[in-house]
T-cell receptor
């Protein structure tokens, strides 16, 4: 079974600070997705990364993919309170199944 | 465009009872997924359909869980009998592609989920 690990599991950061969430996965895949989930809500798609070296940016969030290291990162720049949520990475396996990471619960403190 | 619909939104049952969840995917989406999300964890795939055929049900506890997708549109997920550890949010998602070709990707659209509490 494909394993997807995220760290940290919990992240508390002050507004204006930068931080990175890491996503490691255990098998070859060239499609990596990032999702956001607010409390009591469903998942919202943020990014899809399709190839080695891919980088996507939206506002204060930037995601990257290193398929050789089987690692994706989600970098937060100058955090604001609205970014408080749980972030999941997910790997699209060759059979088109999706395997999700454990999630990173982010709290941005004013 | 209407999103993925699920019902009910909330359900409370006692252990050993039965429960069923319903999902209506986005029109035209061939692939449908059911996930179980236990509090504090990431979604775990239970079953994946391509039209009305099962693609992957390797993580579905088949002694108590069943799912069907008649006519390749709506789907139902049933638990019989329920256990305490089945308490979770059950998410349905759909996508338009089955096996994306290189350079393409498979975007999943999630429904609001059904929160099940087993007492």
């Amino acid at each position: 079974e494909l394993k997807v690990e995220q760290n940290p599991l919990f992240l508390s950061m002050q507004e204006g600070k930068n931080y990175t969430i890491y996503c490691n996965y255990s098998t070859t895949s060239d499609r990596l997705y990032w999702y956001r989930q607010d409390p009591g809500k469903s998942l919202e798609s943020l990014f899809v990364l399709l190839s080695n070296g891919a980088v996507k940016q939206e506002g204060r969030l930037m995601a990257s993919l290193d398929t050789k290291a089987r690692l994706s990162t989600l970098h937060i720049t100058a955090a604001v309170h609205d970014l408080s949520a749980t972030y999941f990475c997910a790997v699209n396996a060759p059979g088109n199944q999706f395997y999700f990471g454990t999630g990173t619960s982010l709290t941005v403190i004013p | 465009e209407a999103g993925v619909a699920q019902s009910p939104r909330y359900k409370i049952i006692e252990k050993r009872q039965s429960v069923a969840f319903w999902c209506n995917p986005i029109s035209g989406h061939a692939t449908l997924y059911w996930y179980q999300q236990i509090l504090g964890q990431g979604p775990k795939l239970l079953i994946q359909f391509q039209n009305n055929g099962v693609v992957d049900d390797s993580q579905l506890p088949k002694d108590r869980f069943s799912a069907e997708r008649l006519k390749g549109v709506d789907s139902t997920l049933k638990i019989q009998p329920a256990k305490l550890e089945d308490s979770a949010v059950y998410l349905c998602a759909s996508s338009s592609l089955y096996r994306p070709i290189r350079g393409d990707y498979n975007e999943q659209f999630f429904g609001p989920g059904t929160r099940l509490t087993v007492l």
